[in-house]
Nanobody, 130 residues
Framework: QAQLVESGGGSVQPGGSLRLSCSAS????????VGWFRQAPGREREGVSC??????????YYVDSVKGRFTISRDTAKNTVFLQMNNLKPEDTAVYYC?????????????????????WGQGTQVTVSL
């Protein structure tokens, strides 16, 4: 059964960095659209970043609040998608999830709805505070 596992979360001070990993078993992430989402306490889950499948061009997408600070990438050999997060801010505090798209163009909707994604991982906590 295909599943995703997130890791790499932790507690950092503002301005710090973390690299989140989304590792897959039972499926090849190269062939998948992969999205990163986050959910802060009391707030709805929001799309953070998305990467198209390699065959789909591998185009990357970012929500405005993380552009220039976060980078999504994939490592084919490790079957993993990463989210490098730099210059972290307290408002980045949330549980971060990865998921795969249910169709090849799912990145078009990651920022407005998560209904085009499935195989959600268990999430990894990111806390940014002094």
């Amino acid at each position: 059964q295909a599943q995703l596992v997130e890791s790499g979360g932790g507690s950092v001070q503002p301005g710090g960095s973390l690299r989140l990993s989304c590792s897959a078993s039972g499926l090849h992430l190269d062939n998948s659209v992969v999205g990163w989402f986050r959910q802060a306490p009391g707030r709805e889950r929001e799309g953070v970043s998305c990467i198209m499948s390699r065959g789909g061009g591998g185009t990357t997408y970012y929500v405005d609040s993380v552009k220039g600070r976060f980078t999504i990438s994939r490592d084919t050999a490790k079957n993993t998608v990463f989210l490098q997060m730099n210059n972290l801010k307290p408002e980045d505090t949330a549980v971060y999830y990865c998921a795969t798209g249910i169709w090849g163009g799912a990145c078009e909707s990651y920022g407005s709805a998560d209904t085009d994604f499935h195989r959600w991982g268990q999430g990894t906590q990111v806390t940014v505070s002094l």
